[in-house]
């Protein structure tokens, strides 16, 4: 009958995957082109421009070389594979190609955004008023890093009109508002629209927003969205309100699932979920889309839908999905990629999943160049990776096996692992650990996966015209749901399930590599040794021994730290700055094996073992230049470790209201180890061993109560002098967290002050005071964590000092960074003050 459904093929014991081979020729170009684009984010215009026409001349030259060489005959031809002797000559050609139009689209369009209206009040530091449109849903996020652990509501927005001045203009400009919990912005969703007030600050170079905005006050003039996205809205109300009786973790699950919403999910799930994990299943990404597509192709092969009206369906379904996920960035993006997947997972048409895949990725650049630098971009194109290569040939292994497995669910249990295998190496990076028991939840949770996905959407949509029906198909999704949240529970609390991994570049590509080679030597490699001999095997035992020189650390490792003690110009240190992470701690050596320590950093910092490390065992003095718990966290962890003698802070920040318990509070805990508090303010002068302090912001009589983040700019600023050398030591410029006003101020107090050393304020953050990043200090000294959440240091800063002729170093990780001087760089007929420094 022309109606019954075609039977599905399962393939026979020796049978194998006889789908084409994939085509990687434009994937590298992508790839290399992806690389590009991130990397240029950070850079000037006008070595983006001098970029451009470099490709777009070499482009034009290659050309005019081909089509004349053609016609000439001449020994030159070949810019085309098959028409000469260079074969590399196209791949080139495409990769410059794909390079000039994503590097060619962020630059025109960071030109065109900076040129508005918004910049202008970003410079001005005045109060502007702003209609807003908002382009995320608000949520709240937990912070690290400024004053301890806070929340704070987080929301994307695009800028239709900003007035200010006593006059207005329109505006299309993207900013990011940072507004605190309560205060009204919780209940922003998608395309609502808002009038807001307050100073606009710059956000940091290479983000994907103009500025930033900290509301004055709560949005007012609120207009929900309209039309197609309030109906849209309607859905997704109407599934929440289906998952409401259900079990908590599978209400929180299923929104999650379906619709990336986890508004629900009770906060120590999503704890688990990070911790094993099983994070990535609760957010839409392009194997919800092959899900819930994949579904909607079958069916129409149920149901005996011609082959040629399949593929409108499902365009159609994935639309559906789209507006019902709402089309963010992140949605559009899981839509393509998971346009893609099911490329990859048909027979038929896999050979142009990874051509595609590239398509997709340098689309998604030129019509959105800021992907390049988000790891949710990354993720997507790892996970539709990992569907590309593995899910076909993985469920034809499945249904040899079980031959009575139908195709749909093959492939939905492979999916889950797939996506988790490709994309741990990021995520490696991001949590900084590799989850043991990672694969094996997410290999219990995938036959979960498909069932609740997909029950969750029959809930949400037969709510509207049938509420009970809805719950009752929300409680058969919610029982694999709640199977899910189970899964990763009881993965988060297995001992010793999370190895720590290093996390930056060099971790994630050891675990790519270690990964590579366990599949390559996995079971589906063993069998194929039979038929075509050992190089997968060999390929295998390749990158695992790889792996093993990676992570051991024989192969080539970063500059190691000289401890006092290796060296005798080692062992001189004048100032250290240790390297605890995202915050400051710098020991200025006051004696032998004493220091003053100006800041303690954050809590989670490893200070008492720089203070080992260093040898020093006494701290004349700690300085707190401002309470944020990255420089004021661990004066508990300093002064249970060695004698402290007095702790210093401006009379301002000594006279505030207490926030009791609070990690940056160090009032408290100077209490209760007894250590005596003395203010310390512009005009005034100490000496402590070989140490001399000249204060010089801020004043006495400064502002006791100050906003949080106004803070910053009222830190302790010092001129140091370190040194036996009656007025000839070392010489450092101390600015804890100054921002644009009180980096002026420093900077105009101290401009005629020589230093040898300049403590990059704010730890290289891209709002800087005028003139201080050009005084050209010899040594630009910037602490900071590696891959740290802010972006630091901005580019920006980091060139403008090089302009001005500092050598910039950073800790970032990698240890501490000692200073001192040569011998006899202290001789003031020589004119020259010889530094050196090192790790």
Known sequence: MSGAPAPIPVPGPGDTDQSPRQDLRLLLPALVAWAVGAASLAWGHPVRWGLLATLALGLVAAGLHHRFGRASG???????????????????????????????????????????????????????????????????VRTEGRFGPSEVVILRARA????????????????????????????ITWRTG??????????????????????????????????????????????????????????????????????????????????????HLSAVSGSNVAIVVGAVVWLCSLAGVPRRARPWLAAVALLGFVVLARPEPSVLRAGVMGGVALLGMAATRRAASLPALAASIVLLLVLDPWLARSYGFALSVLATLGLVLFVRPWSVALRRRWPRLPEPVAQGLVIPVAASLTTAPVVAMLQGEVSVVGLLTNLLAAPLVAPSTLGGVGATLVHPFWPAG???????????????????RWGAAVPHGAIPWAADGRGGLALAVLLAGLVLCGPPAVRGVRRQGRPALLGGAAVLVATVLLTTGILPRPVALWLPGGSARAADWRLAACDIGQGDALLL???PDRAVLVDTGPPEGDLAGCLTDLGVRVLDAVVITHAHADHSGQLDAVAGKVPVGVVWAAPGEIARARQPGHPAEWREVAEEHGLPVAPLAAGQE??????????????????????DELRNDLSLSLVATVGPEAGQGLRVLLTGDLERRGGSEVQRRTAADGVDVLKVPHHGSATQGRGILERGAPLALVSVGRENDHGHPAPSTVEALERAGSQVVTTHGEGHVLVGLEPGGTDAEAGVRRLWWSR
């Open 74 to 140: 001449a020994p030159g031809r070949g810019w085309i594979p098959g028409d000469g002797p260079r074969p590399w000559a196209r791949p080139v050609a495409l990769t410059a190609l794909l390079t000039l139009l994503v590097v060619g689209s962020s630059t025109l369009a960071d030109t065109h955004r900076h040129r508005g209206v918004v910049d202008e009040a970003v410079a001005s530091e005045a109060v502007v008023e702003l209609r807003l449109e908002a382009t995320t849903d608000a949520r709240r």
């Open 160 to 187: 239709t009109r900003l007035d200010w001045r006593g006059g207005g203009a329109p505006s299309s400009a993207p900013v990011l508002v940072i507004a605190r919990p309560d205060s009204g912005w919780d209940e």
């Open 194 to 279: 808002l009038t807001a007030s307050g100073r606009l600050s710059p956000a940091e170079p290479g983000d994907d927003v103009v500025a930033v905005l900290r509301p004055a006050r709560p949005p007012e003039q609120v207009r929900p969205p309209g039309g197609l996205w309030q109906g849209a809205e309607g859905l997704r109300e109407g599934l929440r309100q289906a998952v409401d009786p259900v079990w908590a973790d599978a209400r929180g699950l299923v929104p999650g699932l379906v619709l990336g919403d986890t508004s629900l999910t009770p906060p120590e799930l999503t704890e688990a979920m990070v911790a094993t994990g099983m994070s």
């Open 470 to 488: 809805a719950t009752a198909i929300a409680w058969g999704a919610a029982a694999p749901a709640q199977l899910i949240g189970l899964t990763a």
């Open 589 to 591: 050596r006051s004696g």
């Open 686 to 707: 100490v000496e402590v061993g070989q140490v001399h302090l000249r204060a010089v912001w801020p004043e006495a009589d400064g502002p006791v109560q100050t906003p």
